[in-house]
C-alpha cells in the first residue's frame, strides 16, 4: 500500500508540473511561427500548412501566435526576411517588432511522393477470385494489379527556436510518412506535413 501511494503521489506531483509549466508557457509567451520551404513544395500547399502550423502552434502551446499578416509586416519593417540565412541583428530586430519571445523556423527539407508495388496483395486477391470463371477473372485482374500499387507521401521538417537575443534555444528534426489505407488515392504530402508539424510543437512545448 505504501509503494501504491508513493506511485498515485508521484504521478499526480508530474501531472501538476505539466499543467503549471504548459499554463504558464501560455500566458506569459507570444510565439512567432515562420514556415519555410527548402524543398519543391507547391505555393498553395505552403500557405496551408503555413495557416496550420499557426493554429496548431496555438493549440499545442497554449500561447500566443503571431498572424500572418503580423509576420509579413514586420519582415517588411525591419527588412530582415527569413530565407536560408538570416543575421543576428535581422532575427532581434524581427522578435522586437512582434513582440515575441520565441521564433520558431519550421523548414520543410524532404517533400516525397513514391509509388511501390506489393506483388502479394495482387496475389492475394487474384488467389480469392480464383473459384470465378474465366471472364471474371478477366475482368477483376487489373484490380488485382491496382490494389499491390501503394503511394507513401513523406515529409522532413527542421524546427528551430531563437530566443529574442538571436541564440539558438532549440532544434530537432522530424520525419512523418502518410500511408493510409487506400494509399494510391489518398497518401497526401500535406498530411505528412501536418503530422511532422504536430510532432515538432509537441517537442517543442515540453522543452520551452
Request: glycine share 8%; proline share 3%.
Amino acid at each position: 500500500m505504501n509503494r501504491l501511494r508513493g506511485v498515485v503521489a508521484i504521478v499526480v506531483v508530474l501531472i501538476t508540473v505539466a499543467l503549471v509549466a504548459f499554463g504558464g508557457f501560455g500566458q506569459r509567451q507570444k510565439l512567432a511561427v515562420f514556415v519555410q520551404a527548402a524543398a519543391p513544395v507547391p505555393a498553395a500547399d505552403l500557405e496551408l500548412i503555413r495557416n496550420y502550423a499557426t493554429q496548431r502552434c496555438a493549440v499545442i502551446t497554449g500561447a500566443g501566435v503571431c498572424t500572418q499578416g503580423e509576420l509579413m509586416y514586420a519582415q517588411r519593417l525591419t527588412n530582415s526576411y527569413i530565407g536560408n540565412s538570416i543575421t543576428v541583428e535581422g532575427m532581434r530586430q524581427l522578435a522586437q517588432a512582434l513582440g515575441a519571445d520565441h521564433i520558431i523556423i519550421l523548414r520543410i527539407v524532404r517533400w516525397e511522393k513514391e509509388l511501390s508495388y506489393k506483388p502479394e496483395r495482387s496475389l492475394l486477391l487474384l488467389g480469392a477470385t480464383s473459384f470465378l470463371n474465366t471472364s471474371l477473372q478477366i475482368l477483376i485482374s487489373p484490380l488485382g494489379l491496382l490494389m499491390g500499387i501503394e503511394k507513401e507521401a513523406t515529409v522532413g521538417l527542421f524546427a528551430t527556436v531563437f530566443s529574442p537575443q538571436g541564440d539558438v534555444e532549440f532544434s530537432t528534426t522530424v520525419t512523418y510518412e502518410d500511408h493510409p489505407l487506400l494509399s494510391l488515392l489518398t497518401a497526401d504530402p500535406v498530411e505528412a506535413a501536418k503530422g511532422a508539424i504536430d510532432s515538432a510543437l509537441y517537442q517543442l512545448a515540453v522543452a520551452l
